[in-house]
């Protein structure tokens, strides 16, 4: 039950935002959240399909090895979002609850987050919305003050933000 009302509420908050909407709320020293949200023209089952392709649309400046094709996330719990390269391997973040369809969600802390030791969870959604598919990217980190997330959480939703939109276009013209 209280999973439904989770999914419920995930909806809820993508049928009330604009067609396209980034924030980062809840911000301080020791945490923020991220909200990302983009309307996409391909089925919800598309847009669940195309997460698990991020080799395909994330940004490869933004991966530890320079090359996006060195990404891949696993479609079950227990998975890994991970970096794999000649000489080098990263866990960017374990997987922890899929919905077929619509969910993937990932513990884990992206990035130059990793050597703070904070913890992160990212979802990845999609939906319909007023008749349009939507995709929706969450992304709440927290530690302890000192690592000074107030400070990161900009550059945070501006890479997510980036990685969204490169999903979109890669759904909607074939190239990210």
């Not at 419920?8 to 604009?18: H, V």
């Not at 992304?139 to 400070?151: E, M, N, Q, T």
């Amino acid at each position: 039950m209280a999973v439904r009302r989770a999914l419920a509420s995930i909806a809820l908050a993508m049928a009330g935002m604009g067609a396209a909407h980034a924030e980062t709320v809840d911000v301080s020293a020791s945490g923020f959240l991220v909200t990302i949200r983009k309307e996409v023209k391909a089925t919800p089952q598309q847009v669940f399909d195309a997460f698990g392709q991020v080799d395909k649309w994330w940004n490869g400046e933004h991966t530890y090895s320079g090359n996006a094709a060195h990404l891949s996330i696993g479609m079950s719990a227990g998975d890994c979002f991970c970096e794999r390269w000649n000489g080098g391997s990263v866990l960017h973040a374990r997987v922890i609850y899929v919905r077929q369809g619509s969910t993937l969600r990932m513990q884990g802390s992206l990035g130059p987050l990793q050597d703070l030791a904070v913890n992160g969870v990212l979802t990845w959604a999609t939906g319909t919305a007023d008749g349009k598919t939507v995709i929706k990217f969450l992304y709440r980190v927290g530690g302890s003050p000192g690592a000074a997330l107030d400070k990161l959480a900009p550059s945070v939703d501006a890479v997510l933000d980036e990685q969204a939109t490169r999903l979109v276009n890669l759904l909607e013209t074939g190239k990210p």
